[in-house]
Every structure is written in C-alpha cells, then in structure tokens.
C-alpha cells in the first residue's frame, strides 16, 4: 500500500497539502504500481526482532508527496530511503529502517481506509475463494506521521460487515462513519412490503441466493471494529467514496458512465443538457438517508477511490477519481475497460485530481496523477478536523443534518434545494409553497 501526499497549488486554488493511502495504480495492463519493491538480502535471525530472520525488499510504496505542477501531479516519495541508509556491503545496517520500509507493502487497504488523529487504519479483504469465512478481514493500524505499524487486529470473519465504500470522522460526534457493503440483511417489514422494493440476488456467495446486497451507513468502533448500521434499508448506487466535512455533513461520490456529450466546459451531458457521470451525494447522518444528489459532469469507474476536506474550508472537497472513466485502448489496439495501453503518448491519465464545492455541486478537474494513482483515503495535512480530537468508540447519538441547517430548504423527496427553487418545500420544518 502506497501512502501518498499531493500538493494543490494553483493561482485559482487554494494552498493544501493533501496525504492519502494509495489504492493501486494502473500500470499498462494490470493493476500492480511498477517496480513496487525489490529484493535487498537476509535478515538473519540475530538481526531480526522477532527472531526468526526474513527477506528484506525496498518497497516504493509509504508515503509520498505529489506536487502539482501546471496540470499534472506525479508522485515522489517522501521520506525517501535509499537502500544505502540500512544496508552496505552484503550485510543490514539499520535493521529499524530497513523493517519500516519493508512492512509499508502491507499498508493496503482494498475494503477501505481512514485516517483519524494521527492514526491510519486499513482494511484488507483477503481472497474469498481461497479464505476461510472465519479469516476474511486483516486490519492494520499505522502512525500516520512515520509509516510504522502499531497494530494489527486477529482475522475478522467475513459476517463482520468491514467493506466500505469509505470511512471518515465526523467531528460533531467524534465517531467514525462509514459506507459499508451488506451481503446479506433482514430489512424492516415497511421496506420489504413496498410495492417498489427492489430485489437484489446476491450470487456472489454461495447459499446467499435471494438475499439483498448493497450499501447501508453505519458507525465503526476502531477498538473492536464493530459496525452498526443506521439506514433502515440498502442502497444501490455504485459509491466509490465517503467524506465528512467540518460542519459534520457527509458526503458520497458514485460511479458514472460515458454516456452523453462534452460540453463546452469538458462536461458529459445527456441528450437534454443535463449533467450525468460520478453524482455527488449527501447523506442525512441521523437517519442514513440521502438528502441531495447532483451530477458531476465527470466520468469514474466504479472502483474505490477517495476524497477528504480540509477543517478550514468545510464547502471544498478534494477527490481523487478518475478521468475518461479509466478506459482505453487496449493491447490489441480496441476500446476497453482495461488501462490505456498508449497514456504516455495520449496523456490518457485514467485519473484526476477533482475539486467539488459542496454548496453549489459544481466538480472541476485541477489535474491529471501520472502513474495513475488510486486511493482508499486521503486528508489534508495539518488542516484536518481529527487532528487532536478523541475518537469516541461506537455509537453515542448521530446529529442530523437535518437540524444542524435548520435553515436548509428540501423538496418533498427529502432533497436539499437552493433558495430560488420553486414549487413545494419543506423548510425549517414546516411545508412552504415558493
């Protein structure tokens, strides 16, 4: 797992410094980041604190810094190691920082990551068909300031509820919330019984044929990695991220499609002039339900990818998607959904660094990542709401968007809409013709 911090610099942007855990990337055609380590020696079993001996490999994953620079950001690591640092003429050196740089290849969170004051937290799902049930979730804990591992959890059985579309902290209530995928869940009778409830078949598993699947907000506790889950029903958007502002507003993107045309701004509409791709949603904490959805204008695979705000601005959030929806041309030189085999010489980048204000929905594209880099989490550095708050473990109350924007206007579908709609609202509670 590659942790990953970018500069956003821009005359039009403000100054941040944004740090993440990276995903993967899309190197031609798989999906393993280049030259992701290489072997460096031994370490003998007096040199091993463990006492056991193991091979050593200078990983390019950790922590790095992206500094942007025009329209294209490209990774450079930081702390750089150099091998010269812990290992010299056949033998280690520096036994600590040669098992820093090593251990940083289990830093990988493909069900999902968080960041919460100082702490890194990942989730890995193992391989099903080669797992037992009982062993499928491995969750690490990480400082965040130096790359080194301070925990890791027993196996976590695969009932445990810990895939998410994203994690973050909500500074209101100091817990930590997440988008987590449910394969399998006895819904309330209100929602079954609907004429409109959809149906969805889980073959993924055997013996779960007929039972739902799909997302559901819930509260985490980092302590024993319990999920509770607070929407009455499931979801089935295809989210790829999860955000909280300072404000305590949560926030989701979806995956979107090609379909339709740019615009002159580089938007994809439908044939109505409608924006379509990656929607931006925003979720009603106290209840789990989502409150407003707007278009974004831009395409994204439907993989996990990540987004954060920093404290001071709670209307920006910064996100990491991807750009032409990830597909190119392929090795056998037709259209497909694998990595652009020819991105160096068509500055097809797969994925972008993307800046959404939340206020009006508005999502522009500040720049493309070479390498193309993916991220389960991200936070901005020295600017985070976290950043010296107690994480409070597992579910005390869940402060509503709802009340905390008394002055919010909705339609009647439960959406936020702006103060020129017109029609039949709901604000501050009370039912307004406009």
């Not at 960041?115 to 499928?136: K, M, V």
């Not at 997440?178 to 149906?199: H, K, R």
């Not at 958007?237 to 995956?255: D, H, K, L, P, Q």
Request: with cysteine; proline share 4%; charged share 20%.
């Amino acid at each position: 797992m590659l942790a990953l911090a970018l500069v956003v610099s821009s005359t039009s942007y403000a100054q941040v410094t944004l740090k993440g855990i990276v995903n993967n990337n899309r190197y031609d055609d798989g999906d393993q980041l280049e030259n992701k380590s290489t072997y460096v020696g031994w370490l003998s079993k007096d040199q091993d604190p463990a006492g056991v001996g193991k091979s050593i490999f200078a990983s390019k994953m950790g922590i790095y810094k992206i500094p942007v620079k025009e329209t294209l950001v490209e990774p450079v690591q930081y702390p750089y190691i150099p091998i010269s640092e812990y290992y010299s003429n056949g033998s280690f050196t520096d036994v600590e920082k040669a098992l820093l740089v090593n251990n940083t290849l289990n830093m990988y969170g493909n069900s999902g990551s968080l960041y919460a004051n100082g702490q890194l937290t990942t989730i890995f799902s193992r391989d099903y068909q080669s797992t037992p049930a009982e062993e499928l979730f491995c969750v690490r804990q990480w400082d965040a300031a130096t790359s080194a591992q301070t925990k890791q959890f027993p196996y976590f059985p695969e009932d445990k509820v810990l895939e998410s579309a994203g994690l973050s902290f909500n500074p209101l209530d100091k817990q930590v919330y997440g988008l987590f995928y449910v394969t399998s869940a006895e819904l309330p009778s209100d929602i079954t019984s609907d004429p409109d409830y959809f149906v969805d078949e889980d073959e993924h598993y055997e013996g779960r044929e007929g039972q739902d699947a799909g997302y559901a907000l819930g509260v985490i506790n980092l302590e024993n990695m319990e999920v509770s889950i607070i929407t009455p029903g499931l979801y089935y958007y295809n989210f790829v991220t999860f955000a909280i502002n300072s404000e305590g507003r949560a926030f989701a993107m979806t995956s979107g499609g090609t379909a339709g045309v740019e615009n002159a701004e580089g938007k994809m509409e439908d044939i109505n002039g409608n924006l379509t791709g990656a929607a931006l949603c925003e979720f009603d904490l106290a209840t789990g339900k989502i409150i407003n959805e707007t278009a974004s204008g831009y395409c994204s695979q439907y993989r996990r990818q990540a987004a954060c705000f920093a404290k001071s601005n709670p209307n920006k959030m910064y996100w990491i998607g991807y750009f032409n929806s990830g597909k190119g041309i392929g090795s056998g030189g037709s259209w497909t959904t694998l990595p652009d085999k020819e991105w160096r010489t068509n500055g097809k980048y797969d994925t972008a660094l993307y800046e959404i204000d939340v206020t009006t929905g508005n999502a522009e594209r500040i720049a493309k990542i070479k390498d193309r880099y993916t991220f389960s989490c991200l936070w901005v550095d020295g600017d985070d709401c976290s950043d010296g708050q107690e994480v409070v473990s597992g579910i005390t109350n869940h402060p509503s968007v709802m009340t905390q924007h008394p002055s919010s206007t909705y339609n009647l579908a439960g959406q936020r809409v702006s103060d020129d709609y017109k029609g039949i609202v709901i604000k501050n509670g009370r039912k307004v013709l406009k």
